[in-house]
């Protein structure tokens, strides 16, 4: 079948890969090869319902990844959600549309990524949006949403605003006044999407407000261009690995794939493969191209081309808990959007003694994530980078943990997660069969520090539920209860709680990460592997460093970022 021949090849149509997919077929020239595992969605309820969040789950639509059992959180696997559909994740996320603190973006470019800063990448966070204003809106009259003009797009392909079942019934205002009666007040950020996070928000969301449906990656950035000649998208097809030209250099010269009518077969690409299929698929194809570490490869009969043993490395991930009290009022059909957003003085009452005694445990934590991994990556290594974060959360106090309020019929629902967990794990092919199961381990809670901003914003959350104007709006909290964990209980007593019923927060980050070589990395500035002349890896694997927004508003903006890269023009 060598008649299949494209400039580029995409694997994996989801948030990234679509973002690319568009921007390298804009040039007329160019033939573009998306491969997608998943199929369409366009028509499937449980994508579109903007209420509809977790109905996908475990579907077809979901990858549904199970991590190893997690050794310092309860023995228990966990599932990593993931969607496998044209427009991948972003089809069964919860829509948030949050970036990062700009200092965040800035250590990308700290830690050795010459021009990776927040100075360049705000052009592509507004090149990929289309900011719906909520003047056009009249149902969001009263709901408190706010923008600041100066830090978005309202002409790219994705629609970022709110949906018509926003709540406008006064209760942002009242937790604001609640977050502004604080012991240590949060105070109103207007909008958190311009570098500066810290505050009380109200959010946008990937939402089309016209429509009220999910804007997905594939409603923005691939059914509008579908007809573009150019362009091929092949469904329901799954990428094996990559191959190789017979060169002095390592190039790529195509992709196997195991097409829907299962045979199998390989593409040409005669310029690049850019593989765009997730943080926790995305090495494992590295590895079964024979990138990765040699010692994991030769297991698996699978020949080295380029011996880069940090592939798969460094996964980082969030952990999410929850706190719920029963509300006065009932709230049904309705979404709120309300972050918080504390940093470290406004979190830990005694935050210039935490920060102390976790700048002295750094030596010991960057040696334990190291020996976890057999010294792949190395405790030099991780203290610079651990420090970057320290520095980060004590220095130029980036939000320490987030903090959702989501009023769900008679009860007020709430979610916390600390933003820059220090836990580091892997995620390794199990077999050379292309679609076995990898092995996950992302070392949850293997750190003490994560624990204990886990525990401090479960404090903080009932704090704010004591406070008024909330506290006589909230009844008792029904989990975990005070029963269960007693009021001023310490991290020993949260411990049990939180490590028996969190899950994966679903971001997991920098398994192939853009750093120096010499420090760890798997592909440099440009988003190329390491070795090879004609690789890229462009999704959320790339991130060096977790970001306290949630992912796909920044992983919009890299992969913007990575087409000007590719059509040459960074
Ligand atoms: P993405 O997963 O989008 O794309 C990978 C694609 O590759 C998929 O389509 C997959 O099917 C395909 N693929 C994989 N292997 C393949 C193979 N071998 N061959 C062919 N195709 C293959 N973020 C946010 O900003 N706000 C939010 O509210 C949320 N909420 C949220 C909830 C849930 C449940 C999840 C799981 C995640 C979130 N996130 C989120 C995170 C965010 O949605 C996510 O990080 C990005 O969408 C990931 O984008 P990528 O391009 O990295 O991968």
Not at 55 to 73: M, N, P
Not at 272 to 282: D, Q, T, W, Y
Request: net charge negative.
């Amino acid at each position: 079948n060598s008649h299949h021949t494209y400039d580029y090849i995409i694997v994996g149509g989801g948030t990234s890969g679509l973002v690319v997919a568009n921007r390298l077929s804009e040039q007329k020239n160019t033939t573009v090869l998306v491969i997608e595992a998943g199929g369409s969605v366009y028509n499937n309820p449980n994508v579109t319902d903007t209420l509809g969040y977790g109905k996908a789950f475990d579907t077809d639509i979901d990858w549904a990844y199970k991590t190893t059992d997690q050794e310092y959180a309860g023995g228990i696997s966990q599932t990593v959600r993931a969607g496998k559909a044209l427009g991948g994740t972003s089809t069964i996320n919860g829509m948030v549309y949050l970036r990062a603190q700009a200092a965040q973006i800035n250590a990308w470019e700290t830690v050795g990524n010459k021009g990776w800063n927040w100075k360049n990448m705000l052009p592509y966070f507004k090149k990929s949006e289309q900011l719906q204003d909520p003047v056009h809106y009249p149902f969001l009259d009263g709901s408190g949403v706010a923008f600041d003009p100066a830090y978005h797009g309202f002409t790219g392909p994705l629609k970022v605003g709110w949906s018509s079942t926003q709540l406008n019934d006064g209760l942002a205002q009242k937790m604001n006044a609640t977050y502004q009666n604080l012991k240590v007040p949060v105070q109103y950020n207007p909008d958190p999407n311009g570098g500066d996070m810290i505050g009380y928000s109200l959010y946008p969301m990937t939402v089309d407000s016209e429509l009220n449906i999910r804007e997905d990656a594939a409603r923005a950035y691939y059914y509008p261009y579908s007809n573009r000649t150019n362009l091929h998208v092949w469904l329901h097809t799954n990428a094996n690995k990559i191959t190789w030209k017979d060169s002095h250099d390592i190039t790529a010269s195509g992709v196997e794939v195991t097409l829907s009518n299962s045979t199998t077969t390989v593409v040409t690409a005669t310029r690049e493969v850019i593989l765009a299929a997730g943080a926790l698929k995305s090495p494992v194809l590295l590895e079964l191209s024979g990138i990765g570490n040699p010692d994991i490869l030769s297991k698996y009969g699978i020949t080295t081309k380029v011996n880069l043993p940090t592939v798969g490395e460094n996964l980082q991930d969030q952990m999410n808990n929850g706190l719920q009290f029963d509300s006065k009022t009932s709230y049904s059909n309705k979404s709120a959007d309300y972050v918080s957003y504390p940093s470290a003085a406004q979190l830990f009452p005694n935050s210039t003694a935490v920060g102390a005694e976790l700048l002295r445990k750094l030596p010991a934590y960057a040696a334990q994530v190291a020996s976890a991994n057999g010294n792949i990556t190395k405790t030099r290594d991780l203290y610079h980078f651990f420090k970057i974060q320290w520095d980060l959360i004590f220095k130029y106090g980036i939000p320490v943990v987030e903090i959702l309020l989501e009023p769900s019929g008679a009860m007020y629902d709430t979610e916390y997660w600390g933003s820059v967990p220090f836990s580091r794990g892997s995620v390794h092919l199990s077999s050379a069969h292309p679609t076995a199961a990898a092995i996950i381990d992302p070392k949850y809670f293997m750190l003490d520090f994560d624990l204990h901003a886990q525990v401090q914003a479960a404090k903080f959350i009932r704090e704010v539920f004591k406070t008024e104007p909330f506290a006589d709006m909230a009844g008792a909290e029904t989990s975990p209860g005070l029963l269960t964990v007693a009021a001023g209980a310490d991290d020993n007593d949260w411990a049990d709680f939180i490590k028996s019923n969190f899950r994966s927060n679903f971001h997991p980050i920098s398994t192939a990460a853009m750093m120096p070589k010499e420090i760890g990395g798997v592909v440099d500035p440009s988003l190329k592997v390491y070795g090879t002349s004609n690789v890229r890896v462009v999704d959320a694997s790339v991130l060096p460093f977790q970001v306290c927004g949630h992912l796909q508003s920044t992983i919009y903006a890299v992969a913007e970022r990575a087409a000007d890269i590719i059509k040459g023009r960074l």
